[in-house]
């Protein structure tokens, strides 16, 4: 697959860039800010853990044991359909609850892998017995003051991948246990990328959402998509490792996907876009906001379906997964 990915970007004359790395002992929230955080350039930040824990299966089932999280199961066969097939993206695909030592089971058995069970976005406000002062001190170091959110656990199989999409904030994804691959396009190839219809969120609200794309980049049918040739001399490539965080603008289309074997873990922040003016000037930024407001309908209804169910409180709690 990844050298299919790379016939067709020299097909197109197109060289796989490499994102710059630095050592976050050379940075200073000043220069962070002029080089990297003003003109929304993403860099790879190196020595983050040093000194630090691995968060490996065995450390997490600790730290979390009990608690519950939403697992999304995707399929091995999501990835074999036309996503213009789709009718769910992301969040939107339907989760379900449970506890991390169920999951971390699921893992060790390899059952995580045959149904691709994600645990994607979970907040880590009442976990209070991991430690995260390392990664909160590498914040302040870097001058990030601004969160949009709390850190968020992403833990899977290797072979998981995050489909091409962008975040309308800028975000910090700090590698943990394993490694992870990204492939990123700039915020300008975003027609190149084909992302799904705006129109989309009136029918189906988040489930479906604007900010991915339609192209699997690895595996490119130019035929359907044939400006996906031009996007392809933008593509930047990297590879995570433990202790090294990867600064994300808002708008930079990312695939992220777990390498290697066994579990895969990352930490990651959203942040809002500073200075304010990159963020007025975003046009993928807005045309997210745009997408709310069109699903705004569609959310209601759900609620308000919710709030009437027998099981109020489980299909409540599904939708704020969503949100």
């Known amino acids: 697959m990844q050298t299919e990915f790379r016939a067709?970007?020299?097909?197109?004359?197109?060289?796989?860039?490499?994102?710059?790395?630095?050592?976050?002992?050379?940075?200073?929230?000043?220069?962070?800010?002029?080089?990297?955080?003003?003109?929304?350039?993403?860099?790879?930040?190196?020595?983050?853990?040093?000194?630090?824990p691995d968060?490996?299966?065995?450390?997490?089932?600790?730290?979390?044991?009990?608690?519950?999280?939403?697992?999304r199961f995707y399929g091995q066969q999501r990835y074999q359909q036309d996503k213009r097939e789709w009718t769910s993206t992301g969040s939107g695909v339907e989760a379900q609850t449970l506890k991390f030592?169920?999951?971390?089971?699921?893992?060790?058995?390899?059952?995580?892998?045959?149904?691709?069970a994600y645990l994607a976005r979970c907040s880590l406000k009442r976990s209070l017995t991991l430690n995260i002062s390392a990664l909160e001190r590498a914040e302040q170091q870097l001058g990030l003051n601004m969160p949009a959110t709390y850190l968020n656990l992403w833990v899977g199989p290797a072979g998981h991948t995050s489909c091409?999409?962008?975040?309308?904030?800028?975000?910090?994804?700090?590698?943990?246990?394993?490694?992870?691959k990204v492939l990123l396009f700039p915020p300008s190839q975003i027609y190149n990328l084909y992302p799904f219809p705006v129109i989309n969120h009136l029918w189906?609200?988040?489930?479906?959402?604007?900010?991915?794309?339609?192209?699997?980049?690895?595996?490119p049918d130019?035929?359907?998509?044939?400006?996906?040739?031009?996007?392809?001399?933008?593509?930047?490539?990297?590879?995570?490792?433990p202790g090294e965080a990867l600064f994300l603008p808002a708008g930079w289309w990312h695939e992220v996907t777990a390498l290697g074997e066994g579990m895969v873990s990352s930490v990651n922040r959203f942040w809002h876009v500073y200075p304010f003016s990159r963020a007025v000037s975003s046009w993928c930024k807005w045309r997210a906001h745009i997408s709310s407001v069109f699903a705004a309908p569609h959310i209601l209804w759900n609620f308000l379906s919710a709030a009437n169910s027998g099981k109020k409180q489980q299909e409540l709690s599904k939708l704020l997964q969503r949100l």
């Not at 929230?29 to 350039?41: D, I, M």
């Not at 968060?55 to 697992?71: A, I």
């Not at 091409?164 to 992870?180: A, E, F, I, R």
């Not at 998509?225 to 593509?235: D, E, G, I, M, V």
Request: proline share 5%.
């Open 8 to 52: 067709a970007a020299q097909l197109t004359n197109g060289l796989i860039r490499s994102v710059q790395r630095v050592h976050l002992s050379s940075l200073t929230p000043e220069s962070f800010f002029q080089n990297y955080q003003k003109p929304g350039t993403p860099v790879v930040v190196e020595g983050l853990l040093d000194g630090e």
């Open 55 to 71: 968060w490996d299966l065995n450390f997490l089932c600790e730290g979390l044991g009990d608690q519950e999280f939403p697992v």
């Open 101 to 116: 030592t169920e999951y971390a089971a699921m893992v060790r058995s390899g059952e995580a892998y045959e149904k691709d």
């Open 164 to 180: 091409l999409h962008y975040d309308p904030m800028d975000g910090t994804l700090t590698q943990m246990h394993g490694s992870k």
């Open 204 to 219: 189906h609200g988040l489930k479906l959402r604007s900010v991915y794309s339609q192209v699997y980049p690895e595996r």
């Open 222 to 241: 130019f035929s359907a998509f044939p400006k996906f040739k031009q996007a392809l001399q933008h593509c930047c490539e990297v590879t995570l490792h």
